[in-house]
């Protein structure tokens, strides 16, 4: 079966400047996770859709970072505007259905390189 | 706040020796510890996990070693390749809970 696709594979920016990200799961996948990981550190998760519905956004800094799942099939993260504390790996991950009482396996995505100058 | 804490950060091991890399936790709510291998511009992968109602868990090459009492398990690498040279992360999730918080990971170099 396809991977978790995303989209750009690098980008670099200025601070203050917004940017995206997409992400394509793997198919029939209703839960969708994005994580930061920090060089040297692992991943954190920002948010997580069921279907395209929101199941946690507690670690997500909303004041500059949005993210949507429409339709339920694709996302994007947005960071506007962006800082340099942002430069990181913006991992894109699925699951089957939502990880809960049930420890469902998660399949990333190859992430999102970003470097803000 | 750091909840699970990995170590070493980095290891070094020649081919056919055991790696061994340890994690500690402290939330006692957690019941379900994978541990995730990415490569150099790849996401993670699951690799292995373990449930706290057993105290080891051995796939082909790699075991998981859990001690609930010290809040600590260990993934065990036998016969250590050079394509096993990746970072290797634990992780850990509570009983209901949607999260997976990660270690900080160990970069292991398996050296011919």
């Known amino acids: 079966e396809a991977g978790v696709a995303q989209s750009p594979r690098y980008k670099i920016i200025e601070k203050r400047q917004s940017v995206a990200f997409w992400c394509n799961p793997i198919?029939?996948?209703?839960?969708l996770y994005w994580y930061q990981q920090i060089l040297g550190q692992g991943p954190k998760l920002l948010i997580q859709?069921?279907?395209?519905?929101?199941?946690?956004d507690s670690q997500l800094p909303k004041d500059r970072f949005s993210a949507e799942r429409l339709k339920g099939v694709d996302s994007t993260l947005k960071i506007q505007p962006a800082k340099l504390e942002d430069s990181a790996v913006y991992l894109c991950?699925?699951?089957?259905?939502?990880?809960?009482?049930?420890?469902?396996?998660?399949?990333f995505g190859s992430g999102t390189q970003l470097s803000v100058l | 706040q750091q909840q699970v804490k990995q170590s070493p950060q980095s290891l070094i091991v020649q081919k056919g020796g055991i790696s061994i890399i340890n994690c500690a936790y402290e939330?006692?709510?957690?019941?379900?510890f994978p541990w995730y291998q990415q490569f150099p511009g790849k996401g993670p992968a699951l690799l292995i996990a373990i449930r706290p109602d057993v105290s080891e868990k051995k796939e082909g090459r790699f075991t998981i070693s859990f001690n609930k009492s010290a809040k600590q398990f260990s993934l065990h690498i036998m016969d250590s390749q050079p394509g096993d040279s990746a970072t290797y992360f634990c992780a850990a999730k509570g009983a209901g809970s949607y999260q997976l918080t990660f270690g900080k990971g160990t970069k292991l170099s398996v050296i011919p």
């Open positions: 859709f069921q279907n395209n519905g929101v199941v946690d």
């Open positions: 991950a699925s699951s089957r259905r939502l990880s809960g009482t049930t420890n469902e396996k998660l399949f």
């Open positions: 198919s029939g996948h209703a839960t």
């Open positions: 939330n006692t709510a957690f019941d379900y």
